[in-house]
């Protein structure tokens, strides 16, 4: 595996990458995320603002959002 370069998933699988951002100076925070197919074409994509809380919070959130499409 290579670091730092995103690979296909296997023959049968999907992949699902979420992130999320906590500004300093907005009462915000933003999270998006993509499901990809076995050839690497995307499968569902969102974005959403969500209510500011701690990141961990951030990135679990995203991570719940995206299952919703898989």
């Known amino acids: 595996m290579m670091k730092g370069c995103w690979q296909?998933?296997?023959?049968?699988?999907?992949?699902?990458?979420?992130?999320?951002?906590?500004?300093?100076f907005k009462p915000r925070a933003t999270i998006g995320g993509v499901v990809r197919g076995p050839s690497g074409s995307w499968m569902a994509v969102f974005e959403m603002v969500v209510g500011?809380?701690?990141?961990?919070?951030?990135?679990?959130?995203?991570?719940?959002?995206n299952l919703k499409f898989s």
Not at 8 to 24: A, R, Y
Not at 52 to 65: D, G, K, T, V, Y
Request: proline share 6%.
């Open 52 to 65: 500011l809380s701690n990141i961990f919070q951030i990135e679990a959130r995203a991570l719940f959002e």
């Open 8 to 24: 296909f998933p296997n023959h049968g699988w999907i992949k699902v990458n979420v992130d999320g951002s906590v500004p300093t």
